[in-house]
């Protein structure tokens, strides 16, 4: 939970004053502004933090700052503001932020350098994936197989994997046959957990461990075999 207690300071402390030196050399005069903005309405929910990084304690029970955080994400130019905020999102069942985090997941992508190891689709699609939310299933299949947002949906193919119904499954027997590795790799994870169709998906991937693939789809395959199995 988001902390509420006014007698916490934390500026002595190492990690907020590594954060405000790199944050004040790096950020934009915009951003700068924005980052005291965005505390200031935190704490006018009755909550009491000093630095941007505090939000990375938000619960279930912080839903209250759902509008605000959600509003800065938006706002900020440097897209790592908004990627770290994205991840704060990743609650378990907080169901008020599906909808905001498949929006963000459908607009184009940014990143703070190119090839930078998280984006705002795969911070949106991680807190998906973390969240669980069943209601979205036929926006999830859409993402998926959108050619904009095809090779970033990992996530949400294996975010499938939890929602055991005849229409995912076929989906995802289909995605076997996905030219891009790493969307086959994810799909034969999240089948993995369909275990009703055990008889039918064990003869298949005990085949396809023989055929020559990438590494990232044989780890798939032995993960999945050993789940089917047990």
């Known amino acids: 939970m988001v902390n509420k207690d006014s007698s916490l300071d934390i500026s002595n402390k190492t990690?907020?004053?590594?954060?405000?030196?790199?944050?004040?050399?790096?950020?934009?005069?915009?951003?700068?502004i924005l980052l005291d903005n965005l505390i200031q309405e935190v704490n006018s929910y009755g909550y009491s933090i000093q630095y941007f990084f505090q939000l990375q304690a938000f619960s279930i029970k912080d839903r209250?700052?759902?509008?605000?955080?959600?509003?800065y994400i938006e706002e900020f130019e440097d897209p790592d503001f908004s990627i770290l905020l994205l991840g704060y999102l990743g609650v378990p069942k907080l169901y008020e932020a599906t909808e905001f985090l498949i929006k963000i997941f459908s607009q184009p992508n940014r990143m703070r350098y190119p090839h930078s190891p998280m984006t705002t689709r795969q911070?949106?699609?991680?807190?998906?994936?973390?969240?669980?939310?069943?209601?979205?299933?036929?926006?999830?299949?859409n993402?998926?197989?959108?050619?904009?947002?095809?090779?970033?949906?990992?996530?949400?193919?294996?975010?499938?994997?939890?929602?055991e119904n005849e229409e995912n499954?076929?989906?995802l027997y289909n995605l076997?046959?996905?030219?891009?590795?790493?969307?086959?790799?994810?799909?034969?994870?999240?089948?993995?957990k369909h275990k009703q169709h055990r008889e039918q998906l064990l003869p298949i991937l005990t085949k396809l461990s023989t055929t020559p693939c990438e590494p990232i789809v044989k780890e798939s395959i032995r993960y999945a075999l050993r789940s089917l199995n047990k």
């Open 143 to 163: 993402l998926i197989i959108a050619p904009d947002t095809h090779t970033d949906s990992r996530l949400l193919i294996e975010l499938l994997g939890f929602f």
């Open 176 to 192: 076997l046959n996905d030219p891009f590795d790493p969307i086959r790799a994810s799909a034969i994870r999240a089948l993995s």
């Open 64 to 71: 209250c700052l759902l509008p605000v955080i959600e509003k």
């Open 123 to 141: 911070a949106a699609a991680s807190s998906l994936f973390r969240i669980k939310d069943k209601r979205f299933q036929k926006q999830y299949r």
């Open 169 to 171: 499954y076929s989906f």
């Open 15 to 32: 990690a907020a004053i590594e954060f405000d030196t790199n944050t004040r050399n790096e950020a934009s005069e915009k951003d700068l």
